[in-house]
């Protein structure tokens, strides 16, 4: 009896001193159908509630945070693709202690409600990249239904955290409420007018961030939509500890930095070298550093999966096997042996997260570079199909933490550095057969930069079904009826020791669909040649700032040979020149084509450039001028007008 | 006679430096040993295998990524494994081997787990030694083995060793053009049996070709029965077997609170007296209310939930919806039976393959006066009366009772239950083309349309979608006031209708203006490189597609002539396209049939000239002169 009546004392102690915020919260006990705009009923889905708490709170002992998270959604869905869409649950089990508990249910249109049976919840263990997982699918789901999902998790406790609000489908509502009670926190919202207002929950202080009428996040050409979402990131931490953003930044580089500058390399890197250089001397930097890149990536193999000796050192040079991380310490040990100077550069992949310098999160740390200041050229470690020169195209423009030598660090954007890195250089002869039956292309082609990357990793890594297809590109995408009579690649091998040199193609192809007969003239689909070209719609307003992949250029000289007994007409189509230009009046983008006559000869020349990668969104119908421009081009013909 | 020796000592060689020169990863051996014991009627099964790889160069290090697969039936044990490099005579061991899970796009849970690990230290020279066993945990599941792979392989072997009161069937695919070698051995009181083949090439996929079971060689194995005592115990003699054993799956189905399901079959049907209207009343019903989510879980995955449950989760795969429509048409009095068939991507026959390889999925039939009705609710928009497309010509297996089964074949359904009928009425003001067109898409053609427009559109605008995907005129089309009619899974044609506005199409020089009637261009873009290609092309339906198109000869204009007819007619496909001239107005009648599912090899000539014809027969424009 005595022990009993402890027990419950010590239960109500904790009960009302650490009253945790998901004890008090449930959904409501009956749920009731929203009435849906008439916009939100196209929508296949609207989320009508997203709701995400963050609670850190005070362990029953000592001083020790623990993480709650709850998660509560209600979400209507219109159609089957709105019901495929929601209609399974995933629950990453990342760091979670444990799972306090899991509900969903659906109401119907009718009213009818549905309670997920507990027992169908699934177990799933070690999916690939990305942990353990409690999935189930939602019971009861119809057209028009509505999917109410309310979770709890006890998590590790972890000083940072990140959340998206946005969806790929618009929210009426989406809350995110951050409670920390005494201790010392932050946290910022990304690309949100909204801010946090201050509230007081269960006697504990909170910060609560509620924005309405969230759009959904679309897929846009020229975008990074998954970087773009409302989100926010956050940091919590002890209140006698009193963290700022730099002891973050110094502390990352502290623990991670001596890894990567080794003050000796080891003897198996140093009695390897020769086997990198095959022997050669008097080699520059960048040949030393281009080899060093080659050997590795046809001598190390980077593995993703949980054995935690990928980053140690020895296991790796023996093994010749690393993680994305451990990699690094592979290229520092001979980097170190070659004495090439070196600075490591931590980023994400700009088409999935903006790296912010201004506020530390973890989970931007994600991509790994290594820059060679003296060259001005950076080695993307695990990126199989470069060599030593820019930044790969997904990490261009997002911001990066560099650290030196000496263990100094500071924030660059990744910019390209040579502004002519990539591009497209295509020189074509046409000729006719007697008959004006089919048409003769005769191609020269360069690619450098880039393009010369993506064409070679292509031909080396892929199985025969994509070669096939990028050689039908190569040699003239979308003349359906083509027929190549000959292709030829030079200059395949990822290994080029010469900096940026050209993948190069020449091929000839014929074709009977360029020309058309009209009466006795033909047209001839000159626009054709050059491919298809995408064409940028825009029925609704742009919501992504633009970026492309990277900045490029092409310039295009063909050159016609009209045919005895006839002349062009219809030329002035030729003509185009659409460009988007600096407030300073340069041009930043352009198309631009014409023609001039000589002899029988007809030579028209095109030059199209993106000097940046990245574009006012203010400005987008100047930007889409210049995309659509290469597609006007596509659609013109000239006239093979017969003498009489 | 020597001469001969030193010959066939240097065949394989030149073999090899022919197959395998180019290639970046090659097998030296992949070799199979299939062990089966039987002990008092169980039957202990142990598949070994050894495989060895080469990198012949180092662009392909990803093959050292190695996954071995196993689910409730099977388990993996003693993997051993290890890199070796010739030039330094080296061994080094695989040293971590993780148990992982993969999330598939099709399967929502499934019990399917993999063994995965990286060779170390792999390079251009490098060889990589596997040996392991899997435990077959059920006699049923003795599977299938590929003679070729993704790459060339050296030296092929399987081999099955047996007690001799055992009879074990084999089927091979595919096998015609390689030299395979086949031996018999009894030793003791065990058989062996062993295929072994050299120099195998490699097998890469194609895209729209036939699924790789159509062209790689392949065996099949099973045990047929064994004996005991003089007594014959069948496990998988023939197909009568195979449904002996879905007989007792049948059996454990759930079949308890079925009043809720009987009472929604009798409320969706209670106003319609036809048989085939209530029928159809309910696979409508199934196909709108039930979600596909499919669940791959041991037996489970072969035993169908309870009907009462999948009615009240509104959830469920191919068997569970199945069997919830056996139930609701047979509460109403319609004779309906549980099925199991292969889709398309099993080439293979119950009757030649009697074991739960030849099927991966369950449907329903219905039989109402005579006729047979193959009812697929997977598919949510195929209309009553149809089989989902991609199980024609595939045998279906009707469980009639306990003991008795039926196989029908599932016929290919004729290429006039799957027409578009396209009108334009296509007008030039200035330079810029106006069309008036209306699109009813009927069968699999309208089922296509609508699962597409589901499911891939993304995050396109309706015009985005539809220029992108009808690729009328060219990629400037505009599309303006789109209505789309019977948008649903009845029989009903989907009625598409919009304005096009195409700029830059018309071509004028002079006081001439060209203009091409043929604004869709069908097939257009389907040549086979008959060169490079290697399989079949495979084709979902048969389909036909009518265009009547008018065109508006704008005042003050005439026209200067109007083109001859074509035609290619051929008995799997064809076109026919002409011209009339009627006032100021000009007309185009086509039509573009494909009556096959599938162009062999042979015909490639053939289609390919079908193809050009076409795309002349396109390039055909009419000119108009100013008067």
Redesign the interface.
Same mark, same amino acid.
């Given at each position: 009896m005595i022990k009993n009546s402890i027990l419950v004392v010590v239960f109500l102690i904790t009960t009302n001193s650490f009253a945790q915020f998901y004890k008090t919260y449930d959904w409501k006990e009956t749920p009731e159908i929203h009435q849906l705009s008439k916009e939100e009923q196209k929508e296949p889905s609207v989320g009508i509630l997203k709701k995400h708490v963050v609670e850190y709170a005070k362990s029953m002992f000592g001083d020790l945070l623990k993480v709650y998270e709850t998660d509560h959604t209600i979400t209507r869905v219109n159609?089957?693709?709105g019901?495929?869409k929601h209609?399974?649950v995933?629950i990453p089990m990342y760091e979670v202690i444990n799972v306090l508990d899991i509900k969903a249910r659906t109401i119907n249109a009718e009213g009818k409600v %549905?309670v997920l049976n507990k027992d *169908?919840i699934?177990e799933?263990?070690?999916?690939?990249e990305y942990g353990d997982f409690k999935?189930f699918?939602?019971?009861?789901?119809?057209?028009n239904s509505e999917i109410e999902v309310l979770y709890t998790v006890e998590k590790e406790y972890d000083m940072h955290g990140q959340q998206n609000i946005q969806g790929?489908y618009p929210i009426r509502e989406a809350q995110f409420l951050f409670i920390t009670g005494d201790a010392n926190a932050q946290i910022k919202a990304y690309r949100t007018e909204s801010k946090f207002e201050s509230v007081t929950i269960n006697n504990t202080i909170g910060k609560l961030l509620t924005i309405k009428n969230i759009p959904?996040m679309?897929?846009?050409e020229y975008s990074t939509p998954d970087a773009n979402k409302i989100a926010v990131a956050y940091q919590c931490f002890p209140k006698e500890q009193n963290i700022t953003q730099e002891m973050f930044w110094s502390n990352v580089v502290n623990n991670v930095g001596p890894q990567f500058f080794p003050e000796e390399p080891i003897t198996v890197v140093t009695d390897d070298l020769p086997n990198v250089t095959s022997g050669k001397t008097n080699l520059s930097v960048f040949e030393k550093a281009n080899l060093l890149d080659d050997y590795i !990536?046809? *001598?190390f193999?980077i593995?993703k999966?949980?054995?935690a000796?990928l980053s140690d050192v020895n296991y790796i040079l023996?093994? !010749?096997?690393a993680s994305t991380f451990g990699i690094l310490k592979a290229y520092a040990q001979y980097l170190k042996a070659l004495d090439i100077k070196y600075e490591i550069v931590i980023t994400a992949n700009r088409y999935l997260k903006k790296f912010d310098p201004d506020f530390f999160n973890p989970n931007q740390l994600q991509e790994f570079l290594i820059y060679l200041p003296t060259e001005e050229k950076y080695i993307a470690t695990d990126r199989l199909e470069y060599r030593v020169g820019e930044a790969p195209f997904n990490i261009l423009g997002n911001y990066g933490l560099y650290i030196t030598d000496s263990l100094e660090y500071y924030f660059s954007k990744i910019v390209q550095t040579d502004p002519n890195f990539s591009s497209i250089n295509r020189v074509m002869d046409i000729t006719f057969d007697e008959e004006l039956q089919s048409a003769t292309l005769k191609q020269s082609q360069e690619y450098t930069g880039h393009w010369s990357a993506t064409s070679r990793a292509i031909l080396?890594?892929y199985?025969?079904?994509s070669i096939?297809?990028y050689e039908d590109y190569l040699t003239g995408s979308g003349i359906?009826?083509k027929v190549v009579e000959s292709y030829e690649a030079l200059n395949t091998e990822?290994l080029q020791l010469e900096y940026n040199k050209p993948f190069k193609t020449s091929s000839t192809i014929t074709s009977?669909?360029l020309?058309?007969?009209?009466?006795d003239s033909y047209?001839f689909q000159i626009g054709k040649v050059i491919g %298809?070209?995408?064409?940028l719609?825009q029925?609704?307003k742009r919501v992504n700032p633009i970026e492309m992949q990277y900045p490029n250029q092409y310039d295009y000289t063909i050159t016609i040979h009209i045919p005895k007994g006839y002349t062009a007409?219809?030329l002035e189509e030729l003509n185009i020149d659409k460009s988007y230009k600096s407030v300073k009046g340069n041009k930043l983008c352009k198309f631009e084509s014409s023609y001039k006559v000589e002899g029988n000869k007809v030579i028209i020349t095109i030059q199209e450039f993106y000097k940046s990668n990245e574009y006012d969104l203010n400005r987008y119908e100047e930007f889409r001028e210049v995309i659509?421009a290469a597609?006007?081009f596509?659609? %013109?013909?000239i006239?093979l !007008?017969a003498i009489e | 006679m020597k001469n001969i020796v030193v010959f066939t000592l240097l065949f394989p060689f030149l073999m090899f430096s022919q197959n395998f020169s180019g290639e970046d990863f090659i097998y030296l051996k992949r070799h199979e040993h299939i062990d089966i014991k039987l002990n008092k009627g169980n039957f202990d099964i142990t598949k070994s295998f050894s495989e060895q790889g080469k990198f012949l160069t180092a662009n392909k290090l990803y093959f050292a990524n190695e996954s071995i697969g196993f689910d409730g039936f099977s388990a993996i044990e003693d993997i051993k494994a290890y890199t070796y490099l010739p030039e330094e005579n080296k061994k080094i061991e695989v040293d971590y081997i993780e148990t992982k899970r993969a999330f598939d796009n099709g399967i929502f849970y499934s019990d399917q787990e993999s063994k995965t690990f990286t060779f170390p230290a792999v390079k251009a020279g490098a060889e990589i030694h596997l040996e392991y066993k899997e435990i077959v945990k059920d006699p049923r599941f003795l599977g299938l083995f590929r003679f070729g792979t993704f790459v060339p392989t050296e030296s092929t072997k399987l081999s099955i060793e047996f007690p001799k009161n055992v009879s074990i069937g084999y089927i091979d695919f595919n096998t015609q053009d390689y030299p395979i070698n086949f031996k018999e051995e009894i030793k003791g009181n065990n058989k062996t049996y062993t295929w072994t083949v050299n120099n195998m090439k490699g097998f890469q996929g194609e895209a729209q070709s036939e699924s790789v079971l159509y062209y790689l060689p392949h065996i099949i194995l099973y045990i047929k029965n064994y004996e005991d005592n003089g007594k014959t115990n069948n496990i998988l003699n023939d197909v009568n077997d195979l449904y002996q054993w879905y007989s007792t799956l049948v059996d454990s189905i759930d079949e308890n609170n079925l009043e809720k399901v009987h009472a929604v079959a009798k409320d969706i049907t209670k106003s319609i007296s036809s048989k085939r209207e209530k029928a159809e009343a309910i696979f409508n019903w199934v196909q709108d209310n039930i979600t596909y989510v499919a669940f791959e879980d041991g037996l489970g995955g072969f035993i169908p939930r309870s009907a009462s449950s999948v009615c009240d989760k509104r959830y469920g795969d191919c068997k569970d919806m199945a069997n919830l429509l056996y139930e609701m048409l047979n509460h109403v009095g319609i004779e309906s039976y549980r099925t199991w068939i292969g889709t398309r991507d099993r080439p293979y026959s119950y009757w030649e393959v009697p074991t739960p390889i030849v099927d991966n999925h369950m449907i329903n039939t219905v039989i109402i006066e005579n006729d047979t009705i193959f009812l697929d609710a997977t598919d949510s928009y195929v209309p009553f009366g149809m089989p989902s497309a991609f199980t024609q010509t595939k045998e279906a297996l009707l469980g009639i009772d306990k003991d008795s089964f039926k196989v029908i074949k599932v016929p290919v359904q004729d290429m006039d239950k799957s027409v578009s009928e396209i009108h334009s009425i296509i007008t030039l003001e200035d330079d810029l083309v106006k069309v008036d067109e209306t699109r009813s898409l009927t069968g699999y053609e309208k089922v296509d349309f609508i699962s597409d427009y589901t499911y891939k559109k993304g995050d396109k605008t309706e015009e985005e979608y539809l220029n992108t995907t009808l690729a009328i005129g060219n990629n400037k089309t505009n599309y303006i006031n789109i209505t789309k009619t019977n948008f649903d899974n009845k029989n009903t044609p989907l009625v598409l209708k919009y304005n096009l506005n195409i700029d830059s199409y018309a071509k004028s020089v002079a006081n001439k203006t060209f203009i091409n009637l043929d604004i869709d261009r069908t097939l257009s873009q389907s040549k086979i490189d008959i060169e490079d290609r290697k399989f079949s092309k495979k084709i979902d339906h048969k389909f036909k597609k009518k265009f009547v198109t008018t065109f508006k000869i704008p005042e003050g204009y005439r026209s200067i002539d109007i083109p001859e007819e074509l035609v290619y007619d051929n008995e799997k496909f064809g076109f026919k396209i002409s011209y009339s001239k009627e006032g100021n107005v000009i007309t185009q009648h086509k039509l573009i049939y494909v009556n096959t599912l599938s162009v062999d090899n042979s015909e490639f000539e053939t289609w390919n000239d079908f193809i050009q014809s076409l795309t002349r027969a396109y390039k055909k424009s009419i000119t108009i002169e100013r008067i």
């Open positions: 159609n089957d693709k019901i495929a209609n399974t995933y %549905t *169908n699934k799933v263990k070690n999916v690939d999935i699918a939602i019971e009861g789901v119809e057209k790929e959904a679309v897929e846009e !990536k046809t *001598n193999t593995v999966n949980n054995n000796e023996k093994n !010749k096997s080396n890594f199985p025969e079904q096939k297809e359906e009826d990822l009977e669909s020309l058309e007969e009209v009466g047209l %298809t070209q995408s064409e719609y029925e609704t007409e219809g659509n597609s006007d596509n659609k %013109t013909a006239l !007008k | -």
